[in-house]
Structures are given as C-alpha cells and as structure tokens.
C-alpha cells in the first residue's frame, strides 16, 4: 500500500493518497487545499485517482475537492450531512480565507455507516463517527484508519463549532475507533500519525474526558 500525506493550506489539513502498489488505483482523502501539489503527487506516484473521500465538511478539509475531481474524473464519496453542510461553508470561506472556495458538486456516492470502499486491492470500511460535526465518517482498512478531526495524537477533535456535540464526539471515539486493533496506525485530519494503543494508553482526554474537558461520558 503507498500513503504519502500532504499537508495543505493556511490550517495545515492534512491530504492523504493512498494507492494500490498492483493495480495504481488511488484514494484521495481529504483534498482541503493546494489542488496543484495534490495534482502533482498523483502524478509522481504513477497513481490514478478513482476516488475521493471526504471525513467532513469543514473548508480545511474540502477546499480542493472540485479541481481535484475534475482533473482526475474520480467519483467522490461523502456523508449525505457533510454534502447538506458544505454548501454553508463555501459560503463563510470569503471570510475566512479571503477567496471563497469552489462549491462542490453532489457526491456519486453517499456514504452509510459500515459502507466498504475499494482501492484497487485494498479494501476500507466507512465509519460514522459525529460529534465533531454531524456527518463525520472515519476510514479503517489495511491496518490503517483515517480519522479527520476525530482523533488525533494525545488529543480529540473539537466540538464548540456549529454541530458539534462533545458527549457524542467521546462516544463516537469509544464505539466505534478504541475497538479497533490497538497496533492500528491512525492517520489524523491535523499532525503526525499515532496509533489507537498509544491513544488508548496516553491520550488525557480520553483518560478523563471529566477533569480535561468537563463531561461525564455517562
């Protein structure tokens, strides 16, 4: 399996491509910014991107949806509620970033909870995991999970924006990420990659989400 992160744009989001060493088949998760270099490592991998997944709406994290899909021809996979959400965050980019992003189009694939997707000879499964925002969907396979802004090393994503909710976000995280093989590598939304061993054993705010964030998870 080939995955070379890049990391894009003024929130350092960070893109992944993830391809089939047999068949050059690629994913591309979360192209939130810098079409042009995303375009590039396509390229130089060899790869041929057939898809695009998308963990949520958030404008550092589909900032480059539309001129990576056109470029490529790769269908484009998401939650019905982060595709319903986007359209809100198209809208604020202006203000945000300065430019306002390209609007995206109505995904061919709308993603339920344990929906598998092929790559090549790879095989992922989407996981729905709110909290962070409602549409959330995580991607597990090949020993691997691509977790967005649910997870990410020695922390969690935030739940104080618009559809955020922090007991569901924990409850997300212990159902449906913790369960996974603790040697699972986890390739997060924002940072350097961490496992769910060294999350389950050191991450504070899974520890005692009561004292460091203030909930009692039940």
């Avoid at 404008?59 to 949806?65: S, T, V």
């Avoid at 509620?81 to 809100?88: D, H």
């Avoid at 970033?97 to 694939?109: M, N, Q, T, W």
């Amino acid at each position: 399996m080939i995955i070379e992160m890049l990391v894009t744009g003024v929130f350092q989001e960070n893109c992944y491509l993830v391809g089939c060493e047999d068949s050059k088949e690629a994913m591309v998760v979360d192209p939130g910014d810098d079409p042009a270099d995303v375009l590039k490592a396509i390229e130089r991998l060899d790869l041929k991107a057939n898809l695009i997944v998308i963990t949520h709406e958030h404008m550092d994290h589909i900032g480059a949806i539309t001129p990576v899909r056109e470029a490529t021809k790769a269908q484009l996979a998401m939650h019905p509620l982060a595709y319903e959400r986007s359209a809100e965050q198209i809208r604020v980019s202006q203000a945000w970033l300065g430019r306002e992003l390209p609007s995206v189009a109505e995904p061919d694939i709308y993603l339920e909870d344990g929906q598998e997707l092929r790559v090549g000879n790879l095989r992922f499964r989407a996981l729905h995991c709110p909290g962070h925002t409602p549409g959330h969907m995580v991607y597990f396979g090949e020993g691997v999970l691509f977790s967005g802004d649910v997870l990410f090393n020695l922390s969690i994503g935030r739940f104080d924006l618009p559809g955020g909710d922090g007991r569901q976000l924990l409850k997300s995280i212990q159902e449906k990420v913790l369960t996974l093989p603790e040697e699972t590598i986890v390739y997060p939304g924002h940072g350097p990659q961490t496992t769910i061993g060294d999350e389950k054993k050191n991450n504070p705010f899974l520890r005692d989400p009561q004292v460091y964030l203030g909930i009692d998870p039940e």
